[in-house]
């Protein structure tokens, strides 16, 4: 196996992110609930997308890229924090982002403004149209000497997800440290690099440990993430067992996603008055939620501590009421 940091990468968060466990919360439920803060990344809002955008911004640069373009929603994270992270490389970020949702000049969409992204708006509902536009537009830029990369929805490639292999990494020398086991690690699922990088991580650092993505939308993630393991495995030549047990995805996308749902409030807001950290209501709201409601049935299976990753989304507070 290849080690993970022979992988190209560019140092652009402040890891490790706190990992600590949540007293209120595991007095509630009866069982250790710990959080890896990694909305405390230290670039701009935190978030997931900067341990992707290490490793994809560092192959771009290699590349000898200086323009990187990507997608998602007019309040995507992604497309945020790739125009933050860009920005520090000294790259130009364009944003292509679908117009559905909030799209007045809002949360993400001051941001992207602030780090000095190009963020246009596009009247489709199909991404496989941006991606066609991205790479008209990059063809375009690059007859005039730019070199473009193209980073997909959520950077949840093989390679972005490499970051949450990273991620389970650090928690276990931060688990071990602590005297913690770990049994459970629960997350929200977007696009699935995340969840995919986690499960990756979860085999090779934590073996016996489960991995439970939280969907916020509809999409096939229960293909979409074991396919992001093996290419994420084929990169870290890694041969793994698969191991189907240790592997669940659940939802709670409510009225669809990036809507708000009225069931989650109670525990954002408990987690915000009891512990002082902030979810959103597109992603980790919901993911925290559901997570709260299967403490609660005792329905997480395993024993040992049970791991809540926190992937940031504060954005979202200043850009929509919670539901
Ligand atoms: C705040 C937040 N949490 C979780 C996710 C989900 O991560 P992934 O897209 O890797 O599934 C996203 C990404 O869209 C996000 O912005």
């Given at each position: 196996?290849?080690?993970?940091?022979?992988?190209?990468?560019l140092?652009?968060?402040?890891?490790?992110?706190?990992?600590?466990?949540?007293?209120?919360?595991?007095?509630?439920?009866g069982?250790?609930?710990?959080i890896?803060?990694?909305?405390?990344?230290?670039?701009?809002?935190?978030?997931?997308?900067?341990?992707?955008?290490?490793?994809?911004?560092?192959?771009?640069?290699?590349?000898?890229?200086?323009?990187?373009?990507?997608?998602?929603?007019?309040q995507?994270?992604?497309?945020?924090?790739?125009?933050?992270?860009?920005?520090?490389?000294?790259?130009?970020?364009?944003?292509?982002?679908?117009r559905?949702?909030?799209?007045?000049?809002?949360?993400?969409?001051?941001?992207?403004?602030?780090?000095?992204?190009?963020?246009?708006?596009?009247?489709?509902?199909?991404?496989?149209?941006?991606?066609?536009?991205?790479?008209?537009?990059?063809?375009?830029l690059?007859?005039?000497?730019?070199?473009?990369c193209?980073?997909?929805?959520?950077?949840?490639?093989?390679?972005?997800?490499?970051?949450?292999?990273?991620?389970?990494?650090?928690?276990?020398?931060?688990?071990?440290?602590?005297?913690?086991?770990?049994?459970?690690?629960?997350?929200?699922?977007?696009?699935?690099?995340?969840?995919?990088?986690?499960?990756?991580?979860?085999?090779?650092?934590?073996?016996?440990?489960?991995?439970?993505?939280?969907?916020?939308?509809?999409?096939?993630?229960?293909?979409?993430?074991?396919?992001?393991?093996?290419?994420?495995?084929?990169?870290?030549e890694?041969?793994?067992?698969?191991?189907?047990?240790?592997?669940?995805?659940?939802?709670?996308?409510?009225?669809?996603?990036?809507?708000?749902?009225a069931?989650?409030?109670?525990?954002?807001?408990?987690?915000?008055?009891?512990?002082?950290?902030?979810?959103?209501?597109?992603?980790?709201?919901?993911?925290?939620?559901k997570?709260?409601?299967m403490?609660?049935?005792?329905?997480?299976?395993?024993?040992?501590?049970?791991?809540?990753?926190?992937?940031?989304?504060?954005?979202?507070?200043?850009?929509?009421?919670?539901?």
């Amino acid at each position: 196996m290849k080690n993970i940091s022979n992988l190209p990468r560019l140092p652009l968060g402040q890891y490790p992110t706190p990992f600590y466990k949540l007293e209120s919360v595991s007095a509630r439920y009866g069982r250790d609930v710990y959080i890896k803060r990694d909305d405390l990344c230290g670039v701009a809002l935190g978030g997931n997308k900067v341990r992707k955008l290490e490793f994809l911004l560092a192959q771009a640069k290699i590349d000898g890229c200086d323009t990187v373009f990507t997608t998602g929603g007019p309040q995507s994270n992604h497309a945020a924090l790739t125009a933050a992270c860009a920005a520090r490389l000294g790259m130009k970020a364009v944003l292509l982002l679908k117009r559905r949702g909030v799209t007045e000049r809002r949360g993400n969409l001051i941001l992207d403004e602030l780090y000095g992204a190009e963020a246009d708006l596009v009247d489709t509902d199909s991404y496989d149209e941006i991606y066609a536009e991205m790479r008209r537009r990059a063809a375009e830029l690059e007859t005039q000497g730019r070199k473009c990369c193209l980073i997909p929805l959520g950077g949840s490639t093989p390679l972005g997800a490499v970051g949450y292999v990273n991620c389970v990494r650090e928690f276990t020398v931060q688990a071990l440290a602590a005297g913690v086991r770990v049994g459970h690690i629960v997350s929200a699922t977007g696009s699935g690099g995340t969840t995919a990088g986690l499960l990756l991580g979860a085999r090779l650092f934590q073996p016996g440990a489960k991995v439970t993505g939280v969907a916020v939308s509809g999409d096939p993630f229960d293909r979409m993430v074991p396919e992001l393991v093996k290419g994420a495995a084929a990169l870290l030549e890694c041969a793994l067992a698969e191991n189907p047990g240790d592997f669940e995805m659940v939802e709670n996308v409510g009225a669809g996603y990036a809507v708000p749902n009225a069931l989650d409030t109670p525990q954002i807001l408990a987690l915000a008055r009891d512990e002082g950290i902030l979810l959103d209501p597109v992603y980790t709201g919901k993911a925290y939620s559901k997570l709260c409601r299967m403490l609660e049935a005792d329905s997480l299976s395993g024993d040992g501590a049970v791991v809540f990753v926190h992937t940031g989304g504060a954005a979202a507070l200043f850009a929509m009421d919670l539901g």
